[in-house]
């Protein structure tokens, strides 16, 4: 069993999140440097798996993003 970072017990690693995961590697001695991007859905009552072309026009700038974090 997996704790969570509030304190809670989870019997699956769908339930063990980003935090979970920085504090137990904290616990082994390794503090990495993390930067998380995320996109927010516009919509979340449309489901689909491709994207919308509001964000196929936004992809340049993203991958910029993306390209300036990891240099």
């Known amino acids: 069993m997996l704790r969570t970072?509030?304190?809670k017990f989870s019997?699956?690693?769908h339930?063990?999140?980003v935090v979970d995961a920085l504090?137990?590697?904290a616990l082994l001695g390794h503090r990495p440097e993390v930067v998380i991007l995320g996109i927010v859905p516009k919509d979340y009552q449309?489901?689909?798996t491709e994207l919308t072309d509001?964000?196929?026009r936004s992809m340049p700038k993203i991958v910029q993003a993306i390209l300036q974090e990891i240099k």
């Open 54 to 56: 509001e964000l196929k």
């Open 15 to 17: 339930q063990f999140g």
């Open 23 to 25: 504090e137990s590697s």
């Open 46 to 48: 449309s489901l689909g």
């Open 5 to 7: 970072a509030e304190g």
């Open 11 to 13: 019997a699956s690693l």
